[in-house]
């Protein structure tokens, strides 16, 4: 069984005990630990997680047309040991899906999940307002212990309605993730006028919104990606 913990916010330590594989973004391995000889391996998947080859395939065909592909390194623990990974200084956020749960995620904001997570990629229609793109991952929780790990660009927020039943909106650019019972996508609400063909923008032009009927954890970064497209007159 596989336990992920952070370590001072920037890190991911993952405690096995027994026999198990993980998934990671290849290159985050920085250090290990275990009793005798090393007994855990790295191998990088040309196609990906599913142990179903054509599905692999097809999925990796999937990736790379959308965009969302992501280099992806296998880890096999044969025993106990305790593993550390990383990326770039980025601070690492844990989180453990119920049975069903779904969390959507950019592909560069991924940095582990266990082998009880069904990866794959999903169309949600962005297009050109944010550097989202057309599609985002997903990892569903096929299993007791489906853990993810995804990584943000300074310590994030983490926005509910899950209780309250609130409308959220947010910068397409600021998002990681959202997690919610199936895809849960949100709408997108463009808000242009003649003023963005002048140079007159208030930089908000466009938000992805939740209404109180669709129940949904949201995490967010300080930082946003570079918008996907710019209108203006000068």
């Not at 995620?105 to 169309?123: G, H, K, M, P, W």
Request: glycine residues 10%; charged residues 15%.
């Amino acid at each position: 069984m596989l336990t992920f913990e952070t370590v001072n916010e920037l890190t991911l330590k993952v405690t096995c005990t027994g026999n198990d594989v993980l998934f990671t973004k290849a290159g985050a391995f920085i250090a290990g630990e275990n009793s005798g000889p090393k007994n855990y391996k790295f191998e990088k998947l040309l196609l990906g997680p599913q142990n179903n080859f054509a599905q692999a395939a097809l999925g990796s065909l999937v990736r790379r047309v959308t965009g969302e592909n992501i280099p992806l390194m296998k880890v096999s623990l044969n025993g106990s040991s305790t593993t550390y990974y990383a990326s770039y200084g980025q601070h690492v956020v844990i989180y453990k899906l119920e049975m069903g749960e779904t969390i959507s995620v950019e592909s560069e904001n991924i940095l582990a999940f266990t082998q009880d997570c069904d990866y794959s990629v999903r169309f949600i229609g962005c297009g050109v307002l944010s550097q989202k793109g057309l599609a985002t991952s997903t990892l569903t929780a096929q299993g007791n212990n489906a853990c993810v790990a995804v990584l943000s660009d300074g310590n994030p927020i983490v926005l509910s309605n899950v209780m309250s039943r609130n409308t959220i909106s947010l910068d397409p650019d600021a998002v990681i993730c959202w997690i919610g019972n199936g895809p849960c996508d949100p709408q997108i609400k463009a808000d242009v006028s003649w003023k963005t063909f002048i140079g007159q923008a208030s930089g908000e032009s466009y938000q992805f919104e939740w209404s109180g009927g669709q129940p949904v954890t949201v995490i967010v970064q300080p930082s946003e990606r570079r918008g996907g497209i710019s209108i203006g007159i000068d």
